[in-house]
């Protein structure tokens, strides 16, 4: 694998976190002020994408869909099955 594939797969998951905290950011400021919201469905999708991280690090910054089970425990699921497939094709990448 070439650096640049290497540099564009990390380029797409800073993009793809920083997505998933925006999209719990703007859904908490749409529910504060009763305005249309982001659906659960589009939440997780963004998760499952790959921004798991950045899903869980904005629910907990703006305090938000924390009282839901699914969210307080799926989201860091999501994060845990994805470092763990990191970790484990990360070192058999070549390079």
Known sequence: MTAGVMYGIAIYGVAVNGIGFAMM????KRAIRGAWRISEASLFGAALLGGALG???GM????????HWY???G???IFLVQLLLLLYWAPRLPI
Do not use: A, V
């Open 25 to 28: 950011g703007i859904d908490k």
């Open 55 to 57: 899903c869980t690090l």
């Open 60 to 67: 907990h910054h703006f305090r938000h869909k924390t009282k």
């Open 71 to 73: 969210f307080r425990y």
């Open 75 to 77: 989201m860091p699921c």
